[in-house]
């Protein structure tokens, strides 16, 4: 079982909807990560907060906006996706963020955007 | 850009056989190196760290050539539930000062009776 819990497991949204996914982990991780993958390609980076500051943004567009409350939660909010935004989601959390920390990866959320 | 490469495959293999993947990586300063499993629909899974002298863990052993820049999976004995898609993952200093994984595309596995 993962020790990196990811909710909702699947989430079906329409274009005009607002919705957030959530992450939570409870290893005193300090680094939290969102990747994004698609089907039979590798996850790519989106975000990484490093003890509770977005320290990476890969020019991800603005319709994802992610928030880190505290140390243990990371969100990403989903305003006016568009269908090709379609695609797993995965939330990894490593001790530190720094060189040699192997990330831990949630479940999950499928995501599919009508 | 960094590039990390491997063989998509699929490699079909039997089971008990010993069965190999390599991962390629462009940046020559890249320090840490890891392999995930990962089960269709699923998350990928942490399976080894690769160490600069190699390192084994039960079946499966890893090795690193900095010079060739590739890393390589053996898995020997292969089971059926070794049937997945293996991903190289490559960790990175962005300018940021901050570490981030880059994975291969992955290369699936199919293990048969």
């Known amino acids: 079982d993962t020790e990196v819990t990811q909710t909702p497991k699947h989430l079906v949204m329409g274009m005009t909807n607002k919705k957030s996914l959530k992450c939570e982990q409870h290893?005193?991780?300090?680094?939290m990560y969102w990747y994004k993958q698609k089907a039979k390609k590798p996850p790519e980076l989106m975000f990484v907060?490093?003890?509770?500051?977005?320290?990476i943004n890969e020019s991800v567009p603005s319709r994802f906006s992610p928030e880190c409350p505290n140390s243990s939660l990371l969100n990403l909010h989903l305003h006016a996706l568009q269908p090709e935004d379609s695609a797993l989601y995965l939330c990894?959390?490593?001790?530190?963020?720094?060189?040699?920390?192997?990330?831990?990866f949630g479940n999950g959320t499928r995501l599919t955007v009508t | 850009r960094k590039e990390v490469e491997q063989d998509p495959g699929p490699f079909n293999v039997p089971e008990g056989a010993t069965v190999a993947f390599n991962c390629t990586y462009s940046?020559?300063?890249?320090?840490?190196f890891f392999w995930y499993r990962q089960d269709c629909r699923k998350e990928p899974k942490l399976l080894m760290s690769?160490?600069?002298s190699g390192n084994e863990d039960g079946r499966f052993t890893a090795q690193l050539n900095r010079a060739s820049q590739y890393i390589s999976l053996l898995i020997r004995d292969s089971k059926l539930s070794d049937s997945a898609t293996y991903l190289c993952?490559?960790?990175?200093?962005?300018?940021?000062?901050?570490?981030?994984?880059?994975f291969g595309k992955g290369t699936m596995l199919l293990v048969s009776p």
């Open positions: 990894a959390s490593s001790p530190s963020g720094q060189l040699g920390s192997p990330l831990h």
């Open positions: 290893m005193g991780h300090r680094a």
């Open positions: 907060y490093s003890y509770e500051k977005l320290s």
């Open positions: 940046n020559s300063a890249s320090q840490s």
């Open positions: 690769v160490y600069s």
């Open positions: 993952a490559v960790n990175d200093l962005m300018n940021s000062g901050y570490s981030t994984l880059t």
